[in-house]
């Protein structure tokens, strides 16, 4: 964390928001920030209608408007949550996220990543995530 904190310092901004043009050392910060910009909101409150750019609201808004308090071990992980960052599709598996990506979003850079930092294009069931070419 004091690295990733350490980096928010730099003058120069590797990841820039093809929107607005702010410029972030991060790839998670400039991930969060192109919500504001999409709409996308994955984080759903269960109580009521209202949804949330960052998990961090959501528990917030749970706290202060139905009086939900979480109660985190210190350093213990939640729940990752995958969220198509194109359509708001969310997922709590990344297989389940990565057929998603495959299926509706096919040219996404997200897929090309996996599939060069991938050798074998199986999930652990077996099952053929991506076509073999012919």
């Known amino acids: 964390m004091l690295t990733r904190h350490l980096k928010s310092h730099s003058v120069v901004k590797r990841h820039v928001c ?3 043009g702010k410029g ?17 909101r994955p984080y759903k409150c269960d109580l009521c209608e209202k949804a949330f750019t960052q ?3 959501l528990e917030s ?3 202060k408007i139905h009086n939900v308090h979480q109660n985190y071990a210190y350093r213990e992980r ?3 949550i995958f969220v198509c960052e194109e359509c708001g ?15 509706h979003h096919p040219m996404s850079p997200v897929l090309c990543k996996y ?14 995530l991506f ?3 012919v």
Do not use: E, V, W
């Open 24 to 40: 972030f050392n991060d790839t998670f910060d400039l991930k969060r920030h192109m919500r504001t910009h999409t709409g996308i």
């Open 18 to 20: 093809r929107f607005c």
């Open 115 to 128: 599939l060069r930092k991938h050798t074998s294009f199986q999930n652990k069931t077996g099952m053929l």
């Open 61 to 63: 808004h749970l706290k």
């Open 55 to 57: 998990r961090c609201s």
């Open 89 to 103: 599709f969310t997922a709590n598996q990344g297989d389940t996220y990565l057929l998603h990506i495959r299926d």
């Open 131 to 133: 076509p073999r070419p």
């Open 78 to 80: 939640r729940a990752k």
